[in-house]
């Protein structure tokens, strides 16, 4: 009886080909505009640029790992921005950043129990809470500019921004790829069924997911308000697709259980080199949303046939 | 009581009847015809993505482009009108044939190359107004439509035409959705994909139709966008798709599939309507509009979930 050839269990990382892809966008540019690109502060500008949507980011693949998706992340930022800013801006900037944190938690798990407990399906159940903390920043803040009068300066100085988001990337990829709690991650959107039989409990792990997402949306609030100094409830609208996007062209399944927070720090890479390209060369900057779409489009095709 | 409750359409219907008793004691002039009819026609656009969209939900997809895609539309009319010398309807024709290539694409990838539609619809959603901005060209979000299109812009803001060309929309959505071997094999496609194919349907050619379907409706809703404003605009149809969504699922259209109604989907869609023209008068936000249909939202899918349940468990006691 002859055993049946085994397959070749390929050891090239999935993240290669949008790694090269990045590193080749990055040499066209340093090549086209001399050191406009790759100089220190044209880095940190970039650094800056990808910040909020980079942390949010990660949130974002562990919730997508899952099979999950979660719409409401940017309204959930801005709700959070406001509610401790006002905290910030008068002062009381400890009060502020523990209460930004906190109303991301609150949101992360109304999210986590609309999800688990009432068992909605996650692109509903965000779907609306997208509405509901959107319009709850807007009505809370009245539409007015929150200033953080320079007392969150501190977190937008420099590269700190870029080191921030660097290290939950660093932890964040950790966790899901050393932790106990990521393998669990991995197996509920494989399978969510088989991991409940394995012991895995489904409604403490995605309980746990949103909260961090909606935790890192707080986060990056905070970096947001040291960035600019100023929030206002329109600024971040959109920012969950940049996301979804970024975490989607760096190879994560939208099906859940497979893709790696390397990957989406890849897709955010990417995104970023990509707008900031198109103004440093002087194209049209919305040519980079078309750009983006066929992005998303190219890592979705490649995905699939690299898997026949 | 049970047969009642299993009525999908009845928790909206019950919402547009309550919403309309509500501002017509509560707010000033609501129940002024010409003004219903005023606003009701600013909804127009949405009945008409809202009846795509319960085509591609029905089938177990989902189209977050459609806005986008009517953006596209809207612009590509505009940039013909304004720097060729093409007829209108010529123009109207360019535009729909627009919005249908997007959905075209759309179908293809998820039907031939099987990609997730939330993927491919996100791709498409960036692209095509990425490209309606590049179109336009640097620093211009609005294009006026020369005289030549003033009929357009008569029809469609000084007439009912766009409320009766939604309502036919509709009509013709629900027939194809209720009575059709088309709409039986969707909604079978949309329960369940596997036996579907089993049992014969061509489960790729009938994914590519709804998509398709929809970029056609939402090239028409772009046509019918611009009219109204008689200007085409680069952020015409910008978050529609999540409001012809939300309209679809508080309708009664299971986000799941397999289950959908068109008649649910328009009663959604004039919900959002009467909310907008009732909180208007009262002078109340619009961004309470949005937190009502947020709760709406995930207060129906609450409902249906009750609903599944109720009916459950009356399948149960009977067998017992």
């Not at chain 1, 660093?170 to 394995?198: F, H, K, P, Q, W």
């Not at chain 2, 986008?68 to 109207?92: E, R």
């Not at chain 2, 008068?281 to 129906?300: E, H, N, Y």
């Amino acid at each position: 009886m002859t055993a049946t050839p085994k397959r070749r269990i390929s050891r090239v990382p999935r993240e290669l080909p949008i790694f090269y892809f990045l590193v080749a966008l990055c040499a066209v540019l340093a090549l086209v505009t001399r050191h406009n690109f790759l100089n220190a502060g044209n880095l940190r500008t970039m650094g800056t640029d990808a910040a909020a949507i980079g942390i949010i980011s990660v949130g974002m693949t562990a919730v997508i790992i899952t099979g999950g998706i979660d719409l409401s992340v940017a309204a959930i930022l801005a709700l959070s921005a406001l509610v401790g800013g006002g905290f910030i801006s008068q002062g009381n900037t400890f009060v502020g950043c523990l209460v930004t944190l906190a109303t991301g938690i609150g949101c992360g798990a109304l999210n986590g129990g609309l999800i688990t407990i009432a068992r909605m399906p996650p692109i509903i159940a965000t779907l609306g809470t997208l509405y509901v903390l959107q319009s709850a920043a807007t009505l809370y803040s009245g539409g007015q500019v929150v200033y953080a009068n320079g007392h969150l300066s501190l977190l937008g100085n420099g590269f700190v921004p870029l080191v921030i988001t660097l290290v939950v990337f660093a932890v964040g990829g950790a966790v899901m790829r050393l932790t106990r709690m990521g393998r669990y991650v991995y197996a509920i959107g494989g399978n969510e069924e088989s991991a409940r039989l394995a012991g895995i409990s489904p409604t403490r792990v995605k309980m746990i997911v949103y909260v961090a997402s909606g935790a890192l949306a707080a986060l990056a609030a905070l970096v947001t308000l040291g960035v600019n100094n100023t929030f206002q409830a329109n600024d971040v609208v959109g920012y969950e697709l940049a996301a979804i996007a970024a975490v989607v062209i760096g190879g994560t399944s939208i099906m859940g259980g497979e893709g790696s927070i390397l990957g989406t720090m890849i897709g955010v890479g990417i995104s970023t080199v990509l707008r900031n390209g198109a103004i440093l060369v002087g194209l049209d900057a919305r040519w980079t949303q078309a750009v983006i779409g066929a992005a998303i489009l190219v890592a979705v095709i490649t995905d699939k046939v690299r898997r026949r | 009581m049970r047969g009642i409750i299993r009525v999908k359409e009845l928790p909206v219907l019950t919402l547009c009847v309550g919403l309309f008793i509500f501002f017509a004691l509560r707010a000033p002039n609501f129940t002024d015809p010409f003004g219903i009819l005023d606003d009701i026609r600013q909804y127009a656009a949405y009945a008409i993505l809202a009846v795509g969209l319960t085509l591609i939900i029905g089938s177990g997809g989902i189209d977050i482009s459609v806005g986008s895609v009517l953006g596209f539309s809207t612009i590509l009319m505009g940039v013909i009108l304004s720097k060729s010398a093409a007829s209108l309807p010529l123009a109207c024709l360019a535009a729909v044939a627009g919005g249908t290539a997007w959905g075209a694409f759309n179908g293809l990838a998820v039907a031939r190359l099987r990609l997730q539609p939330v993927v491919v619809t996100l791709s498409t959603m960036a692209a095509a107004r990425g490209i309606a901005y590049v179109m336009a060209g640097q620093g211009i979000s609005s294009i006026k439509l020369p005289p030549r299109a003033d009929w357009l812009a008569g029809v469609c803001y000084a007439s009912p035409a766009p409320v009766v060309l939604a309502m036919l929309v509709a009509v013709a959505g629900w027939l194809a959705l209720s009575s059709t071997p088309f709409g039986r094999r969707i909604l079978a496609i949309g329960s369940n994909e596997e036996a579907a194919r089993l049992s014969g349907i061509d489960v790729g050619r009938m994914k590519f139709l709804v998509y398709a379907i929809t970029g056609v409706l939402a090239g028409v809703a772009g046509v019918m966008t611009a009219g109204m404003m008689s200007t085409a605009q680069t952020d015409a149809g910008l978050g529609y798709e999540f409001e012809a969504i939300t309209a679809v699922l508080i309708g009664g259209t299971s986000i799941v599939g397999g289950e959908a109604t068109v008649l649910g989907s328009v009663l959604g869609v004039l919900a959002a309507a009467l909310l907008n023209r009732g909180f208007g008068l009262m002078g109340i936000s619009d961004l309470w509009r949005m937190m009502f249909l947020g709760v709406t939202l995930i207060a129906s899918v609450l409902l249906d979930r009750l609903r599944k349940y109720v009916a459950l468990r009356s399948i149960k006691a009977q067998r017992a």
